[in-house]
Nanobody
Framework: QVHLVESGGGLVQAGGFLRLSCAAS???????MGWYRQAPGKQRDLVAT???????VYRDSVKGRFTLSRDNAKNTVYLQMNSLKPEDTAIYYC????????WGQGTQVTVSS
């Protein structure tokens, strides 16, 4: 069973940036991976998806601001988040798409206005 560990969250002001990392305990080669987020009182939503070859797809609200990348050799997926907005505040998780791996603890991102 692959375990996922997210890191890189924090408190930033609107307009700031963060880089999240997701380290997998096993190989993610060939697995479509994604970053999800869950704001307080809301469901967990898929934010961005990256195919094994590196092509990425983003939800409209983060297009042009977030960039997803992966390093299969390091079994790590990254999410570069720029021009952060208060509405990006959430706990961020990574998982496969669809989510079939065990969820990690997530990393909290808080954007102040």
């Amino acid at each position: 069973q692959v375990h996922l560990v997210e890191s890189g969250g924090g408190l930033v002001q609107a307009g700031g940036f963060l880089r999240l990392s997701c380290a997998a305990s096993g190989s993610i080669f060939g697995i479509t991976m994604g970053w999800y987020r869950q704001a307080p009182g809301k469901q967990r939503d898929l934010v961005a998806t990256i195919l094994s070859g590196g092509a990425a797809v983003y939800r409209d609200s983060v297009k042009g601001r977030f960039t997803l990348s992966r390093d299969n050799a390091k079994n790590t997926v990254y999410l570069q988040m720029n021009s952060l907005k208060p509405e990006d505040t959430a706990i961020y998780y990574c998982n496969s798409v669809p989510p079939t791996l065990s969820w990690g603890q997530g990393t909290q991102v808080t954007v102040s206005s």
